[in-house]
């Protein structure tokens, strides 16, 4: 069979026109809440992505406040490096969807593949800086993303070659007290581990409600660790001991793993992921300094 005819005939989306104004062109993705399409607004002919909750969890008051959630953090953000959410709206079953713009490229756990654990330095490092403004730009807006990691990292297309790249992804984030009027209530989601495990600092692993910032720093710091070396710094066949393994355990060294990469970049690493948040870099603006610091932008 045609896999196009089948995936048009197996979606009940593609080809609708949602609100009289989305026609739903294809199915690009799935997360962990729904699905993802492209569509083109029928008047003024742009692309845009969308993603629509899955209607089998539409009806849990949660899962749709953290859908929301993501719409509300990225628009207070306000950020060029976050992804831009058109609007929020419901399709006529009640099912909540985000308009998004439409991003050429892919994330960067696609494109980690392509390198086999020996992505270049300076573009590891670049990519990082980035990403580091992008959740900067966050935590001074109150916002801790929670769910770092190459999947949430995506790489649209330059003219000039160049990586620019945008941040998805908040319907896990935490918004501080402070600043939760923001968003019409407060909207925490702590005291439970919610996020991708292999990416999470040992607070938030442990739950901690106090959690901040630097819990978003180590995860950054287990991105470039993987960029660099091709896997992640702790690994194991279950839940459990992943959890004591990041934990108790010192990451295994860089240095050995690849032979090529300057002890300094290592040592920035490390600081990253230190076991305690008041180990690591105090905010990521720091962080980014001391990545650019180390002027491995055009050395390969």
């Known amino acids: 069979m045609d896999p196009a005819k089948y995936e048009v005939d197996s979606d009940p989306l593609i ?3 949602m609100d009289g104004r989305y026609r739903v062109v294809s199915r690009i993705g799935n997360g962990g809440m729904g699905a993802v399409y492209i569509a083109e607004h029928v ?3 742009k692309r845009f992505a969308i993603k629509v909750l899955d209607p089998a969890v539409a009806h849990e008051p949660e899962v749709v406040a953290r859908f929301e959630l993501e719409a509300k953090a990225a628009a207070a953000i306000g950020d060029d490096h976050i992804v831009k959410i058109v609007e929020l709206r419901k399709l006529s ?3 909540p969807y985000l308009v998004m713009e439409w991003l050429q490229g892919q994330d960067l756990e696609q494109e980690l593949r392509a390198y086999q654990g020996r992505f270049p330095i300076a573009r590891t490092i670049a990519i990082a800086v980035q990403c580091c403004r992008a959740l900067g730009a966050a935590h001074k807006k109150g916002i801790v993303h929670r769910d770092v990691k190459p999947e949430n ?4 297309e330059r003219r000039d070659g160049k990586d620019f790249v ?3 992804d908040f319907g896990i984030s935490k918004i501080v007290e402070a600043n939760s009027e923001l968003f019409g209530r407060p ?3 702590t005291g439970s581990a919610v996020g991708s495990p292999h990416y999470m600092a040992p607070e938030q ?6 959690l901040d910032a630097r819990a978003d720093v180590y995860s950054m710091g287990v991105v470039i660790f993987k960029m660099l070396v091709g896997r992640v710094p702790f690994d194991a066949a279950n839940y459990q001991s992943l959890v004591m393994k990041i934990i108790n355990q010192p990451p295994p060294s860089m240095l050995e793993l690849r032979a090529d990469l300057p002890m300094e970049l290592q040592r920035v690493v490390f600081c990253a992921m230190a ?5 690591r870099f105090a905010s990521m603006a720091e962080f980014a300094k001391a990545l650019g610091d180390l002027r491995l932008f055009e050395s390969q």
């Open 93 to 95: 079953s009640g099912v």
């Open 43 to 45: 008047t003024a002919g």
């Open 166 to 168: 945008k941040i998805l």
């Open 187 to 189: 909207l925490t989601w």
């Open 205 to 210: 692993l442990l739950g901690d409600k106090t």
């Open 153 to 156: 990292i995506f790489l649209t």
């Open 275 to 279: 076991k305690t948040a008041k180990a």
């Open 15 to 17: 080809g609708k026109l």
